[in-house]
């Protein structure tokens, strides 16, 4: 029986120890509830060898305070406690408006986050999660899918896509479209700003506040028009700053700052369908700022 909870020790620790996630402390329970097996084996032990009870009873005693002093193994204390970053990224790929038949794919961790809120929230059940984390199979994954005509949903981007269909981001998710048939809906405040001699126009946006554990978060969705080809590949900025213009720290000290290209790298805008509109969204944690200060979101490009 001790050699059977000795392989089930080891293979989840093999498991936990190569499969990078951030809680990897979720995959090593099944560790620490057999090494307490083993524990509770030899305090038995040490209780059978010793003849004396007396002996028996101060061993035992030594066993269970050097295990509660945390003596063996323990490392530095983390504070995750307002640590929520992976839940609400999980609850914001659910909270997508998924159409029906919708298909997201993604790694496995993300697609596991998925399924959780799926199952445990009912948060979106039209979506199939896709499961591959091989990069060199994600461009094939995507052709087949689109083929078969059904809306499609990624994670992150994919070599080997870009100029070949469009873009729009929803949430933290970009959906798929066939080349220049894109839509997108109206924005809440509408704009006429050229970026490149009129080849490139931001023609609106929308802003949100999202009220989410551990700290709010602002949400930019920019909405852009490629009139024709764009000769460069933009990138956007976005920081919280002050009456004087300079950036407002967050809660850890540090700016609060926002520096990505559009379409989480899925495609550059160079590489956008001329005629097609792309929406771009952008999630700015604002913890730790001061309610009375007033504050402006700056977006550069």
């Given at each position: 029986?001790w050699?059977f909870?000795?392989?089930v020790l080891?293979?989840?620790l093999?498991f ?5 996630v ?19 084996g030899g ?6 060898l ?6 028996a ?6 066993l269970?305070?050097l295990?509660a002093?945390g003596v063996p193994?323990r490392g ?9 970053a992976?839940h609400n990224?999980?609850v914001?790929?659910a909270?997508?408006?998924?159409p029906?038949?919708?298909?997201v794919?993604g790694?496995?961790?993300e697609?596991t986050?998925?399924k959780y ?12 999660p896709?499961?591959e ?11 087949e ?10 994670t ?5 896509i870009?100029?070949?269909?469009s873009f729009t981001?929803?949430?933290p998710?970009v ?5 220049g048939?894109a ?5 809440s405040v509408?704009?006429d700003?050229p ?6 126009t931001?023609?609106?946006?929308d802003l949100?506040r999202?009220d989410?554990p551990?700290a709010?978060?602002?949400?930019l969705?920019?909405?852009w028009l490629?009139t ?7 990138k ?5 700053t002050?009456a ?5 720290p967050g809660a850890?000290?540090t700016p ?5 290209f559009?379409?989480?790298q899925v ?6 369908a001329p005629?097609a509109p ?8 604002v ?15």
């Open positions: 029986a050699i909870v000795l392989v080891m293979t989840n093999l936990a120890l190569n499969y990078r951030g809680d990897v402390e979720v995959f090593l329970l099944p560790v620490l509830y057999c090494a307490a097996i083993f524990v509770g305090v038995g032990l040490v209780d059978r010793v003849g004396s009870r007396t002996v009873a101060a061993g035992q005693m030594a269970v305070l295990l002093s193994g530095l204390l983390t504070d995750r406690h307002a640590d929520w992976a990224a999980a914001a790929m909270k997508v408006d998924f029906p038949q919708s298909r794919v790694l496995e961790g697609m986050a998925l809120m799926q199952q445990a929230e009912g948060l979106g059940r039209a979506a199939t896709i499961v984390n091989d990069p060199s199979q994600r461009a094939a994954l995507v052709d899918v689109m083929a078969r005509g059904l809306p499609l949903f990624l992150r981007e994919v070599a080997g870009e100029t070949r269909y981001g929803e949430g998710l959906r798929v479209w066939p080349r048939a839509t997108t809906a109206a924005p509408p704009l700003l970026v490149e001699d009129a080849a490139l931001v023609t609106g946006y949100m999202l989410q551990g709010p978060a602002l949400r969705v920019l909405h490629p024709d080809t764009v000769a460069q590949d933009y956007v900025s976005l920081r919280v002050d004087a213009g300079a950036p407002v850890d000290g609060l700052i926002v520096d990505a559009p379409l989480r495609a550059r805008t160079s590489q956008w005629g792309v929406t771009d969204v952008y999630d700015l944690v913890s730790g700022v001061d309610a009375t200060m007033a504050t402006t979101l700056t977006v550069i490009v």
